[in-house]
C-alpha cells in the first residue's frame, strides 16, 4: 500500500515569499501616496466650498444687500485686515477668517466656533445668506478643513464698494501635489496672491499678505 507524500513549504521558502509581499506591499504605498490622496480630499473640499462661497456671495450681493453691508464692505479701500471692524464711518473693516475666537489670529474678524457656521450674520462671514427673494444663498458657513492660524489653511472673505458696485473675494490655500505643483491653482487664478487660490469678482480685495 502507497503512503501518500505530503511537503510543506520550507522556512527559506516562506521569508522569500513573505520579503516579495513586502516589497510588493512598499511599492503599491509608494505609487499611491496616501498622504498625497488625503490632501487632494481636502483640496477638493476647499475648491468646492470656495465656488459655494462665491456663489451665495454674489446672489446677496446682487439681489438684496444685507443691511449691515456698509460695515462689513470697506466703502473706499480694500480690507487691510487692521482695522476696527464696523467702524462709525463704514471705510474700514477686518478681513473676515474662518478661524473661530477660540483659536486666536490677530488682524482677522473671528466668530466664536459655535455660531462659526451660521448663514445670519453672527457667522464668520458677517452677512446674511438667508436674503435673497430666490431662497438660502447657503444652509451653512463652510469651514476648512485644516483650520489653523499656524498652517495657514482656513478660509478668508472680503468685501468693498466702490463706484456703485460691491466686489468681494473669497480665498484659500491647497496643500496636494496636485494642485500646487502640477495644476498650481493659486498662480493661475488671476489673483495678486501666488500662495493662495482666489476666487470673486475682483482678485484684488484681499491683500496679499
Not at 521558502?13 to 496616501?34: A, M
Not at 486666536?104 to 466668530?111: R, V
Amino acid at each position: 500500500m502507497l503512503k501518500s507524500i505530503q511537503k510543506g513549504f520550507t522556512l527559506i521558502e516562506l521569508i522569500i515569499v513573505i520579503t516579495i509581499l513586502v516589497l510588493l506591499g512598499v511599492v503599491v504605498i509608494v505609487l499611491i501616496d496616501p498622504a498625497e490622496i488625503l490632501a487632494q480630499s481636502r483640496d477638493s473640499q476647499r475648491i468646492s466650498d470656495v465656488a459655494s462661497l462665491k456663489g451665495a456671495t454674489q446672489l446677496v450681493l446682487a439681489s438684496a444687500v444685507p443691511s449691515n453691508a456698509a460695515t462689513v464692505c470697506d466703502i473706499t479701500d480694500a480690507p487691510d485686515g487692521t482695522d476696527t471692524y464696523g467702524n462709525a464711518t463704514g471705510t474700514t473693516s477686518y478681513v473676515f477668517s474662518s478661524l473661530t475666537t477660540d483659536i486666536g489670529a490677530s488682524g482677522y474678524n473671528q466668530s466664536a466656533s459655535t455660531t462659526a457656521q451660521s448663514i445670519t450674520n453672527t457667522g464668520w462671514v458677517q452677512i446674511d445668506y438667508r436674503t435673497p427673494s430666490t431662497g438660502r444663498a447657503l444652509t451653512s458657513l463652510p469651514i476648512d478643513p485644516t483650520n489653523t492660524l499656524a498652517s495657514g489653511y482656513f478660509y478668508r472673505w472680503g468685501c468693498n464698494y466702490v463706484n456703485g458696485l460691491y466686489q468681494y473675494e473669497v480665498d484659500t490655500k491647497l496643500e496636494s501635489a496636485k494642485y500646487t505643483v502640477t495644476d498650481n491653482k493659486a498662480t493661475k487664478d488671476g489673483g495678486n496672491n501666488s500662495s493662495r487660490y482666489e476666487s470673486g469678482n475682483n482678485l484684488g480685495v484681499l491683500r496679499s499678505y
